[in-house]
């Protein structure tokens, strides 16, 4: 039938569509970063030797500093970097980075750790909108559900699930914590490349 036929059409013009593949990995390896950071904070302080309730406060800080970091994000987007998805993305990513080799760094010093706990759940929320923004206004109009499906599918199967979950877990219990930071720093940069390819399409487009 003809709405069997668009439906296809629709979802084959967001697997054909490079950039947007390039969104929906970059999203794996912001939300790799977003839980891994935020699941396994409570547990390397504990290890650490910090009490259980000031590794809670982290965890609390954390998700609290995400709602005005997600405003700002927005903000920028939209009035500094007029429309622009990628560039605000690949800055906050690049200061998640140096955030997290500050909380490795200073890991067994519960007010640098919260700070940077502060300072990562600020800076990494707004990449997770931003993602998912992008891939809307990068899709077709009759694609934008599917295409917002692809990167949000990423994100949590293969981002949360697998990466934050199982190899960060599967990391941290053979190699140590200091490899799993490596592996965190990697992520960021990893989805700060995967931006930059997706920024020419954007700058193309806007």
Partial sequence: SEALLSSRVVFLTVLSNRVLWYIAFANAFVYMV?????????????????????????????????????????????????????????????????????????????????????????FIYGPVMLIGVQALDLAPKNAAGTAAGLTGFMGYVLGTALLANVVIGYVAQNAGWNWTFVLLILSCVISILLMMLTYQEEKRTL
Avoid at 93 to 115: C, E, G, H, K, P
């Fill in 34 to 122: 977003r839980y891994g950071c935020l699941d396994w904070a409570p547990t390397i302080l504990t290890e650490k030797g910090i009490h259980i309730k000031e590794a809670g406060w982290a965890y609390f800080a954390y998700e609290i500093a995400a709602i005005p970091g997600t405003l700002v994000c927005g903000w920028l987007s939209d009035r500094v970097f007029h429309g622009r998805r990628a560039l605000p993305t690949i800055i906050f990513m690049a200061v998640v980075a140096v955030f997290i080799f500050i909380y490795w760094q200073f890991s067994d010093n519960i007010t640098i750790v919260l700070l940077c706990l502060i300072a990562i759940g600020f």
